[in-house]
């Protein structure tokens, strides 16, 4: 497995298309009210601006992209939205794992998979298995996913496998555990529908990662969006505690570039 750099340990190496994207796709709902539409349209629809999302960070040369589709607090909704949400999932894996494939990208799903259906679990294991070798896009969708369950999760299989490690263990010992253990932290975490919150999504590794937030919904969040993001994230000034005089010349996000994205054009 590769090992990536702790913010928190070293300090990461600056690209300005940022290697690992997180989203919370938020607003679903909202969308489908304003058009006086069932809840579950807009979760509908959110899949086509899932599938646009993909193929954009794809094209700009995002390595990682990770969606938090279902929080493990999401039980809390109404039966009959979870019970759509869990077979909008199966559809929409049976129908996309293919072009996935052929677009090489490399799918993963993470979460506590042990509340979902196994035909749901089964499509999603031969759709890793599938793509495993794919490299051009990895794209995680966290289901039942929850930042506090996969610390604690990481934490209770790295003291089963390693009982010394109860009398003290560095993060390097724990993070092999974490669900995401084989992307690098994310550089950039856009939340749409206009809350500003983590909602227990990854919590361990966002502890540099670049926050945006915009009221876009979800459903209407496509690759201009997108671009508005990273435009936004390659104006920040990534100090990771240290001062900007600090900071070497030439290396910051706005004095280069990588791959073919021109912002604006
Ligand atoms: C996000 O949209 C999708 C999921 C949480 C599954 P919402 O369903 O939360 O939409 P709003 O926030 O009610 O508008
Ligand atoms: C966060 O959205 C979870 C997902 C997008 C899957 P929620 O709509 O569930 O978040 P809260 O409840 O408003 O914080
Ligand atoms: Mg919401």
Not at 53 to 80: H, I, M, Q
Not at 101 to 122: A, M, Q, T, Y
Request: aromatic share 10%; proline share 5%.
């Amino acid at each position: 497995m590769a090992t990536f750099t702790s913010s928190t340990v070293e300090i990461p190496p600056e690209r300005r298309i940022p290697r690992h994207v997180a989203v919370i796709m938020d607003g679903n709902g909202r969308w489908a009210r304003q058009r006086r539409l069932p809840r579950v349209a807009g979760h509908r629809q959110g899949v086509k601006a899932v599938r646009e999302v993909v193929r954009a960070c794809g094209e700009r040369g995002v390595d990682y992209l990770t969606l938090f589709a279902f929080s493990s607090e999401n039980w809390r909704r109404p039966a009959e939205e979870v019970t759509f949400l869990m077979q909008l999932f199966v559809v929409a894996l049976e129908q996309e794992v293919g072009k996935l494939h052929e677009n090489g990208i490399r799918f993963k799903l993470i979460g506590d998979l042990s509340r979902f259906e196994p035909r749901l679990v089964r499509l999603a294991r031969e759709a890793e298995a599938l793509t495993a070798a794919n490299q051009r896009l990895t794209l995680t969708i966290a289901a039942n996913y929850g930042g506090r369950w996969d610390v604690l999760q990481a934490a209770n299989r790295m003291l089963r496998e390693h009982p010394r490690l109860a009398a003290g263990f560095t993060e390097g010992d724990l993070t092999p555990y974490l669900a995401l253990n084989y992307a690098p932290e994310p550089d950039l975490f856009i939340r749409t529908g206009g809350e500003q919150r983590i909602s227990n999504f990854v919590l361990w590794q966002l502890a540099y990662t670049e926050l945006y937030f915009t009221d876009t919904l979800w459903p209407d969040f496509d690759a201009a969006a997108l671009d508005r993001a990273i435009i936004s994230y390659q104006q920040r000034e990534r100090r990771f505690g240290r001062t900007s005089e600090q900071l070497p010349a030439g290396t910051g996000l706005a004095d280069f570039r990588v791959g073919s994205f021109r912002p604006g054009e």
